[in-house]
């Protein structure tokens, strides 16, 4: 998993309630298990018309926001069914991190899981991130996961909360997977043991 320490990119708003993971990825591009390819179905019924032409109005089709890598969004971001083909799809895109009020539970375990920085914030600091965000090309933020901060284009700072376990993790670049990779040693050492206790096992 790629590490997360410090991003810096243009953040797009999407300042709508509940949203939730059908709309992220929609169940038409579930039959993949592939973690990539999927950005092309973000939003997919939001973003495309049913002729599957773009719809110049959602706001990652506007120019400006194309190349987004934050999302400000509204709260309850990620509710829904389970599927973690949603932060695939977010990932794949290039979002590597999202800003709400709330998350569902599950849609926010699976963000860290997969390299994606979820940010809890006050309303009040939302609406400030959305004013930020609402600037077109200039709605650059820079989040530094070191410091635990969220810099704005004027230079305004806000103060995030995170645990300390999954800081670790995103700094680190380490999944499921890369944290049971971090104790193989110990695992091997384990099995070297139980090999010569239980030689008949």
């Known amino acids: 998993m790629e590490k997360f320490n410090k991003l810096t990119g243009v953040a797009a708003p999407l300042p709508v309630v509940n949203v939730d993971t059908d709309m992220i990825i929609p ?17 997919a019924e939001a973003r495309y018309f049913e002729d599957g032409s773009v719809n ?7 120019p400006a926001y194309q ?3 934050i999302l400000v969004a509204g709260d309850n971001f990620g509710c829904g069914s ?11 895109f290039g979002i590597r991190c999202i800003i709400s009020t709330s998350f569902a ?15 809890v914030v006050s309303p009040e600091d939302l609406e ?20 635990q901060t969220i ?4 230079g305004g700072t806000i103060k995030f909360d995170i645990d300390a376990f999954r800081r670790h993790c995103l700094l680190n670049g380490l999944d499921d997977i890369g944290l049971t990779l ?4 110990s695992i091997v050492g384990y099995e070297k043991t139980l090999t010569t206790a239980r030689p008949w096992s």
């Open 67 to 69: 190349n987004a890598k």
């Open 82 to 92: 389970s599927r973690e083909h949603a932060p695939w799809a977010l990932l794949d």
């Open 56 to 62: 110049p109005d959602f706001v990652l089709n506007k």
């Open 128 to 147: 400030k991130l959305l004013d930020d965000a609402g600037r077109g090309s200039n709605a650059v933020l820079t989040i530094d996961l070191e410091a």
């Open 27 to 43: 169940k038409d591009y579930l039959k993949t298990i592939k973690r990539t390819g999927l950005g092309t179905g973000l939003f």
């Open 151 to 154: 810099s704005g284009p004027d």
């Open 182 to 185: 971090a104790k193989e040693a």
């Open 105 to 119: 539970d599950i849609f926010y375990n699976n963000c860290f899981k997969n390299g994606i920085l979820p940010i």
